[in-house]
């Protein structure tokens, strides 16, 4: 069966799949069967007819020769890319096989499913997957690898993923957007950023590295990575001290304001401006620059929560966005994620009552490479899909040293041959989301959208929807769940009277508009989904915990080592790690640079356009040197997570250097808390013909 349904050409409306806040409406264009133009939906509220470099090129990456057409099984050593083409059927017989003669031997705890967002769609990413693995009773998969630690102190602080409509941003008159490259990773709060400056917003920028967005702010304030709890605690301290605060909001919203107050008396100014490198004048300005301006919005991204104490950091500066009072009005107060307005049922999507066993092992997946060199009761197969983990997970050498395991039965279902694909016995291949019947709730604006297939199924592929029905079937799984259809996936998630959010929001309603915005009747809700029904600006649950229950300033786990404090983040024209095996995006990044400032570069006699090695206990990895003053002293920065080289090296892997230790809260990856040296390769002279924007 295939979910495509006859499409004549034209231009059709569909969503962008990937994992990106904005989930922009699309307008495709279709001719003679094939996508010949992605553009914008100029009709849709929030897209307004732009959309990224990175989309607009997409019909390269749906049409590129490197797509996998067939399945194929392993014909050399794990890794050497030798396969050989199969059919489907003999391709789900020997996976099924295999886990049957496994779940006799071991038990089902042997395998474990390792997915994420490469698709966005919602039943394709966690709807007929979840069903399969809850009634096999795998092993299974907590995915924290992207927003677990601020998830978790948002939670902890104002009760879930809630947050101001990023519409009413138009009427913004200060926007702080805080660890966030929103440039090049929310677009279109930029876009509303920019019409709000016209009105005379201000834009201020607090990041460790002076990007794309810091470049475009009216303040840039640079911080040292990990410090924002102190930058936050530093600026409640001020609010505090000068009554800069909404003491009626705090009354009636808060819990636990007089023991904040308290608390803050520590974090002076002086003493913040030591931990966070922010100058004391600077500290004062910011502090009552927002108090002095409503609707205040501080954008809480992602750079913040990759560390050791990302939980924390989310948290404090939540608690700081309540001080004055900002919540109750349009634009103001903060959005980190807005997934809340749009939660669908789960429950029945997902069906976790299919899952038997109660206490079921369950893995968390930032920690893959050590989960895969376990000797007791190891993993027998691993059952990749939507992600690419030998390039996007941390300490990437140990997980390529587990998926090199002669041992380990690794199918991996894709678009490409991916760097984990290399080292699958069985590959699959999936279809683009353009061939897919599928729906999508933004985690930042507030609008459902619904996808038909647009173009004809690629080759031989398949959506993870319709593999997961034939390995059931061949399972032997004989409840219904399992084979319901896409259509049937939807309406059961769309079914959810839990959520207010959704009383607009119908299957019909939305095959007819193509987008439906969240029904959302207030700007700040009577009861917060915390256990006090208020802002916990002091938490019994995180002391229950053995946390501190008051925001509090816990330093990075490896401050002794003198290495440069390493921040790997993502890439303008990637997204994660899809598009870097492709051509042209691949050439409008250009390479993979290292961004240090000049004191240090002049330390180790490197110059601009110089390759230098990055190493640490992890590994290593080779990148170009973009030398300036983006960042402070101490600190250096990459983007992009590169695919490996023509010759299939992992030169640039930047996840060979990365930690696997856990966040403070939600189990969330550490990815920018990790120490590296920096060294010169003499044997290659500098690449000037590459500029970087190093300048202040
Ligand atoms: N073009 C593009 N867009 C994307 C992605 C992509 O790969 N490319 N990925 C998508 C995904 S999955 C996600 S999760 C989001 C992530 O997008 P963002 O939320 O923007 O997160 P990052 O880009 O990881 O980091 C944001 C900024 O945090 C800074 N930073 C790092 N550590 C600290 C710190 O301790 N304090 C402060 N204040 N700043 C710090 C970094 O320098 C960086 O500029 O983007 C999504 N959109
Ligand atoms: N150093 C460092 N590492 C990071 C980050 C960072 O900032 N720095 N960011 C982290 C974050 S926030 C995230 S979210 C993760 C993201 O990590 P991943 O989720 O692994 O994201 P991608 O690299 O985009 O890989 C997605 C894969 O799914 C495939 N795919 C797309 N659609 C489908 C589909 O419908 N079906 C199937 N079967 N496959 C499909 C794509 O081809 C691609 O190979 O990376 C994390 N890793
Ligand atoms: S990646 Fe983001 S900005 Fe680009 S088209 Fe998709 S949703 Fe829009
Ligand atoms: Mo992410």
Known sequence: MSTYTEQPDGIFKTVCSLDCPDQCGLLVHKEQGKIVKIAGDPEHPVTRGNICNKVRHMAERIYDEKRLTHPLKRV????????????????????????????????????????????????????????????????????????????????????????????????T???????????????HQITLAQQARKQGAKIIVIDAHKNQTGRLAD???????????ALALGLMHILFAENRVDENFLQQHTLGHEELRQHVKAYDPATVAAITGVPVDDLYKLARMYHETTPALIRIGNGLQHHDNGGMNTRAITCL????????????????????????????????????????????????GRILAMKEQPVHSLYVYSSNPAVVAPKAGQ?????????????????????????ADIILPATSAFENHDFYTSYWHLYMQIAEPVIETYGESKSNTEVFRLLAAAMGYEEQALQDSDEQLIRQALDHPANPGLQNISYEGLLEHKYIKAHRPYIYPDRLDTPSGKVELY???????????????????????????????????????????????????????LYMNTVDAERHGIVDGDWVIISNHNGSCELMAAVGETVLPGVVVSQGLWADTSDYQPTHLVNALTPDRLSDMGGGATFFSSRVQVQKRHDVVADTAIEASTAL
């Open 76 to 171: 050399g050593p794990k890794g050497s890319r030798q396969f050989e083409q199969i059919s489907w059927d003999e391709a789900i017989e020997t996976i099924t096989s295999r886990w049957k003669a496994l779940i006799a031997e071991h038990g089902p705890e042997s395998i474990l499913p390792y997915s994420f967002y490469g698709n966005m769609g919602n039943i394709n990413a966690e709807g007929m997957d979840r069903r399969f693995f809850h009634r096999m009773g795998s092993s299974q998969l907590e995915r924290t690898i992207c927003t677990a630690a601020g998830g978790a102190g948002f939670k902890h602080t104002v009760g879930g993923s809630i947050g101001a409509d990023p519409e009413d941003t138009v009427h």
């Open 321 to 368: 966005s309540v001080l004055t009072g900002q919540w109750l009005v349009a634009g103001g107060g903060a959005i980190r994620s807005n997934s809340a307005y749009l939660s669908f049922n789960s429950e029945a999507l997902q069906r976790p009552d299919l899952l038997v066993k109660r206490n079921t092992r369950s893995f968390n997946m930032n920690q893959l």
């Open 539 to 593: 938490s019994s649950t995180l002391e229950q915990m053995g946390l501190p229950p008051l925001p509090t300033y816990v330093p990075l786990k490896e401050q002794d080592d003198d290495g440069y404090l390493y921040i790997p983040g993502p890439a303008h024209n990637y997204l994660n790690s899809t598009f870097s095996n492709n051509a042209k995006h691949a050439g409008m990044e250009k390479a993979p640079r």
């Open 399 to 423: 997980v390529r040293e587990g998926l090199a395991r002669e041992d380990l039965f690794t199918v991996v279902h894709d678009l490409f041959l991916t760097e984990t694909a290399a080292y």
């Open 173 to 187: 008159k200060l926007f702080i957007f805080w660890g966030i490259n929103a440039v090049s990773t929310n677009m």
């Open 219 to 229: 303040w840039f304030i640079p911080v040292l990575p990990g410090t924002d709890t």
